[in-house]
């Protein structure tokens, strides 16, 4: 009973200092609800938004007294008060005042204006920002903007966005912002009134949402940032598409604006401007030719392999339980051993086009390799491909297979030539597709977006992105292979690669020429994804080379 009592105390206690305000925002001149007000604290990273309604609840407890609640909604007058102040309005109405709107009349004659589109126009599927309710309140409500810079006077017809992904089971809200510059950052919202949009599937047309503003009499000139910001929790999740190495903008709330040199959000608008105007940015080469080189589309082949039996073939599939892992693997046809090894983040499906060929003349194992498909890692540490290694040998010898062939694409191939090195008594042949022996042997550019992406999984410390950070680290310090270690590898060896891989081409000729039984082919316009692109040809010539 005592205990009990003492709980009470504590919980009373608590409710006494919980400082959770609610009010509703009203408009003073119309005296009528204003929907979807930002409120939070200045230069504070987390906040709320308010309903349709105007009405909102935010917890201003250990928040210091003498810091400042913002509330803020374009067409409106800014709104600060005190913490202290404001917990006395509990309940209460808040009214903004409306801004005097600039109705200047804008004098250019009409035959010198032209219609011009600025921005970023990708609607590449590799690259996205992802906009996920799942995120903490601050990520989810944070703000997205991108940079223009125009050397004249120029209206805003249209704001397009590329949207990738939509899944949702409700209108999904989000605002747009446009922002003068101050110090090389969005500064000062420019707008006159609210710019809020319930976006549905069907407003979405080949990819790409267009908002019309014409009406709206937007015109800028200099630097400027166009901003967008998702005001509403939603049962879904929607991807927007992204230039890699462009400059992208962010801010959690009122905290501050941050570069974000990764990527940038794929928004591009439609102006009337001088014929002889420009936007500064684009004046940056843009790069989603390169981008859709080394990342192509691939969601053709994610939907086939998906919709394929192949690695939840419940009637082949085994799992083989080690000390700090459990590895998940099928077996198809009869013959010779060939091992299958996938690449990082992959799993057994992606050889779908490949496992039901090759299975006709060996006996195919495809390989979950641990902490990525079915497999699972139950260690903390840093992952490479001779544990990787070590994992494929105890298999064999649980499945008594003394010696056998491997395929390894990418990850899977660096896998492999640490196999042929630390076990050539159990292989017989290798074939290694798109791999490398050292992290440098990446494209420079693309080792860079793993860089930047680690950095961020590190900053956001979501632990769901765990295992995701440890494979895309593995690629930044693994694999290191020496020229003379190469020439241990006896073994014959064929190597493959597409001529627009992302291994490197002196690379995958340097690891030809190091192995002193090594053939090698590059297949012409073919990227990274041979398994995918050029299935028929590749099966051919794996089976070629294994029976010969």
């Given at each position: 009973?005592?205990?009990?009592?003492?709980?009470?105390?504590?919980?009373?206690?608590?409710?006494?200092?919980?400082?959770?305000?609610?009010?509703?925002?009203?408009?003073?001149?119309?005296?009528?609800?204003?929907?979807?007000?930002?409120?939070?604290?200045?230069?504070?990273?987390?906040?709320?938004?308010?309903?349709?309604?105007?009405?909102?609840?935010?917890?201003?407890?250990?928040i210091?007294?003498?810091?400042?609640?913002?509330?803020?909604?374009?067409?409106?007058?800014?709104?600060?008060?005190?913490?202290?102040?404001f917990k006395?309005?509990?309940?209460q109405?808040?009214?903004?005042?409306?801004?005097?709107?600039?109705?200047?009349?804008?004098?250019?004659?009409?035959?010198?204006l032209?219609?011009?589109?600025?921005?970023?126009?990708?609607?590449?599927?590799?690259?996205?920002?992802?906009?996920?309710?799942?995120?903490?309140?601050?990520?989810?409500?944070?703000?997205?903007?991108?940079?223009?810079?125009?050397?004249?006077?120029?209206?805003?017809?249209?704001?397009?966005?590329?949207?990738?992904?939509?899944?949702?089971?409700?209108?999904?809200?989000?605002?747009?912002?446009?922002?003068?510059?101050?110090?090389?950052?969005?500064?000062?919202?420019?707008?006159d009134?609210?710019?809020?949009?319930?976006?549905?599937?069907?407003?979405?047309?080949?990819?790409t949402?267009?908002?019309?503003?014409?009406?709206?009499?937007?015109w800028?000139?200099?630097?400027?940032?166009?901003?967008?910001?998702?005001?509403?929790?939603?049962?879904?999740r929607?991807?927007?598409?992204?230039?890699?190495?462009?400059?992208g903008?962010?801010?959690?709330?009122?905290?501050?604006?941050?570069?974000?040199?990764?990527?940038a959000?794929?928004?591009?608008?439609?102006?009337?401007?001088?014929?002889?105007?420009?936007?500064?940015?684009?004046?940056?080469?843009?790069n989603?030719?390169?981008?859709?080189m080394?990342?192509?589309?691939?969601?053709?082949?994610?939907?086939?392999?998906?919709n394929?039996?192949?690695?939840?073939?419940?009637?082949?599939?085994?799992?083989?339980?080690?000390?700090?892992?459990?590895?998940?693997?099928?077996?198809?046809?009869?013959?010779?051993?060939?091992?299958?090894?996938?690449?990082?983040?992959?799993?057994?499906?992606?050889?779908?086009?490949?496992?039901?060929?090759?299975?006709?003349?060996f006996?195919?194992?495809?390989?979950?390799?641990?902490?990525?498909?079915?497999?699972?890692?139950?260690?903390?540490?840093?992952?490479?491909?001779?544990?990787?290694?070590?994992?494929?040998k105890?298999?064999?010898?649980?499945?008594?297979?003394?010696?056998?062939?491997?395929?390894?694409?990418?990850?899977?191939?660096?896998?492999?030539?640490e196999?042929?090195?630390?076990?050539p008594?159990?292989?017989?042949?290798?074939?290694?597709?798109?791999?490398?022996?050292?992290?440098?042997?990446?494209?420079?550019?693309?080792?860079?977006?793993?860089k930047?992406?680690?950095?961020?999984?590190?900053?956001?410390?979501?632990?769901?992105?765990?295992?995701?950070k440890?494979?895309?680290s593995?690629?930044?310090?693994?694999?290191?292979?020496?020229?003379?270690?190469l020439h241990?590898i006896?073994?014959?060896?064929?190597?493959l690669?597409?001529?627009?891989?992302?291994?490197?081409?002196?690379?995958?000729?340097?690891?030809?020429?190091?192995?002193?039984?090594?053939?090698?082919?590059?297949?012409?316009?073919?990227?990274?994804?041979?398994?995918?692109e050029?299935?028929?040809?590749?099966?051919?010539?794996?089976?070629?080379?294994?029976k010969?």
């Open positions: 009973m005592k205990k009990l009592r003492i709980l009470s105390l504590s919980f009373i206690a608590a409710s006494f200092n919980a400082q959770i305000i609610s009010a509703t925002v009203f408009s003073k001149d119309e005296n009528k609800p204003i929907p979807y007000v930002k409120v939070g604290i200045e230069k504070e990273k987390s906040g709320v938004i308010s309903d349709d309604k105007g009405y909102f609840s935010i917890d201003l407890s250990n210091n007294a003498a810091k400042s609640v913002l509330i803020e909604v374009p067409g409106y007058k800014k709104y600060s008060q005190s913490v202290q102040n006395n309005l509990d309940g109405k808040i009214f903004l005042k409306e801004k005097v709107k600039n109705i200047d009349e804008v004098k250019i004659k009409p035959k010198k032209v219609d011009k589109n600025w921005g970023v126009n990708t609607k590449t599927k590799s690259v996205m920002y992802a906009v996920n309710p799942d995120f903490k309140n601050e990520n989810f409500l944070g703000e997205t903007a991108l940079e223009f810079n125009t050397s004249k006077k120029s209206k805003i017809k249209n704001i397009n966005l590329n949207i990738s992904s939509y899944t949702s089971d409700q209108p999904v809200v989000m605002r747009y912002s446009i922002y003068s510059e101050k110090n090389g950052f969005p500064d000062k919202n420019i707008l009134e609210e710019i809020t949009v319930e976006l549905t599937k069907e407003m979405i047309k080949d990819g949402f267009t908002l019309d503003v014409n009406d709206r009499n937007i800028v000139q200099g630097k400027f940032f166009v901003g967008i910001q998702f005001l509403k929790r939603f049962q879904g929607i991807t927007i598409s992204a230039a890699l190495f462009r400059t903008y962010i801010r959690e709330f009122y905290g501050d604006w941050k570069k974000m040199s990764i990527a959000p794929a928004i591009n608008i439609d102006v009337k401007v001088d014929k002889n105007g420009k936007n500064i940015k684009d004046e940056v080469r843009d989603s030719d390169k981008v859709s080394l990342a192509p589309d691939l969601s053709q082949y994610n939907i086939e392999s998906e394929s039996v192949y690695g939840k073939n419940e009637a082949v599939g085994n799992s083989f339980k080690l000390n700090d892992a459990e590895l998940y693997y099928e077996v198809y046809g009869e013959g010779e051993p060939l091992v299958l090894l996938h690449g990082n983040g992959g799993s057994i499906k992606e050889f779908y086009k490949q496992i039901p060929e090759l299975s006709k003349k006996k195919v194992i495809a390989i979950d390799t641990r902490a990525q498909g079915k497999s699972k890692d139950l260690t903390k540490g840093d992952l490479n491909y001779k544990i990787f290694a070590d994992d494929l105890k298999l064999m010898d649980h499945l008594n297979i003394p010696k056998a062939n491997i395929l390894g694409w990418s990850d899977g191939g660096n896998t492999g030539l196999f042929a090195l630390k076990y008594q159990n292989l017989n042949k290798l074939i290694i597709i798109g791999a490398n022996t050292f992290p440098e042997g990446v494209d420079d550019d693309l080792l860079k977006e793993f930047s992406k680690v950095q961020m999984m590190q900053f956001a410390n979501q632990p769901e992105n765990e295992t995701e440890r494979l895309l593995l690629m930044l310090k693994e694999p290191n292979i020496s020229k003379k270690s241990q006896q073994n014959p060896t064929l190597i690669a597409g001529e627009n891989d992302v291994i490197k081409k002196e690379h995958t000729e340097m690891i030809s020429k190091e192995i002193p039984n090594a053939k090698l082919k590059i297949y012409p316009k073919a990227t990274h994804y041979l398994p995918f050029i299935a028929e040809d590749l099966n051919k010539d794996v089976v070629d080379f294994l010969n």
